[in-house]
T-cell receptor, first 110, second 117 residues
Framework: QKEVEQNSGPLSVPEGAIASLNCTYS??????FFWYRQYSGKSPELIMS????GDKEDGRFTAQLNKASQYVSLLIRDSQPSDSATYLC??????????FGAGTTVTVRA | NAGVTQTPKFRILKIGQSMTLQCTQD?????MYWYRQDPGMGLKLIYY???????DKGEVPNGYNVSRSTTEDFPLRLELAAPSQTSVYFC????????????????FGPGTRLLVL
């Protein structure tokens, strides 16, 4: 079983729609959860962090965490062409190492 | 602040050659990391450092070495380059390792693309 599994892409959504990204993780010791956005040929850029069960909203982004189910998700509302990128889920425990999923590539079509 | 900077941006190596990838951060972060990213894959930790003079292996350390003589710099050394080391290398840094406070957030440099032929 992979440490971090993300829904396979690519995910194509029309402009203005909601993009839903899912992530499951195997390490129950994970305490912090990060979503990074990575444009093609660029480095990962932090867009959301979540630490507690429930929802966290930041602008058009909403992260959801369920530690009992070992599940974290990211919703992108009102998707824009600039949201076209690969999104990396990265759980973290208290030992330096971010565990990255392979990423889900999102394409927002005009 | 420049954040995390890396040089070079791109390099082609021949099999058996050596090189050093440079990484510098100006955020006074104690923790620094080297990751590699292969196409279509997530990032894998090569080495990390918790402060000047202290380094430790990550998931995929074979074929690499690091040093940390200052807080700011964390170079990655490739000895005897092999085609399997063709990848994109990212350096990252964080203020803390303690989970939950936000200061464990890792910030990434722009990356070095390495091709070994």
């Amino acid at each position: 079983q992979k440490e971090v599994e993300q829904n396979s892409g690519p995910l194509s959504v029309p402009e203005g729609a909601i993009a839903s990204l899912n992530c499951t993780y195997s390490d129950r010791g994970s305490q912090s959860f990060f979503w990074y956005r990575q444009y093609s040929g660029k480095s990962p850029e932090l867009i959301m962090s979540i630490y507690s069960n429930g929802d966290k909203e930041d602008g058009r982004f909403t992260a959801q965490l369920n530690k009992a189910s070992q599940y974290v998700s990211l919703l992108i509302r009102d998707s824009q062409p600039s949201d076209s990128a690969t999104y990396l889920c990265a759980p973290y425990r208290d030992d330096y190492k971010l565990s990255f999923g392979a990423g889900t590539t999102v394409t927002v079509r005009a | 602040n420049a954040g995390v900077t890396q040089t070079p941006k791109f390099r082609i190596l021949k099999i058996g050659q050596s090189m050093t990838l440079q990484c510098t951060q100006d955020m006074n972060h104690n923790y620094m990391y080297w990751y590699r990213q292969d196409p279509g894959m997530g990032l894998k930790l090569i080495y990390y450092s918790v402060g000047a003079g202290i380094t430790d292996k990550g998931e995929v350390p074979n074929g690499y070495n690091v040093s940390r003589s200052t807080t700011e710099d964390f170079p990655l050394r490739l000895e005897l380059a092999a085609p399997s080391q063709t990848s994109v290398y990212f350096c990252a840094s964080s203020y803390s390792r303690v989970a939950g406070g936000g200061r464990e957030t890792q910030y990434f440099g722009p990356g070095t693309r390495l091709l070994v032929l």
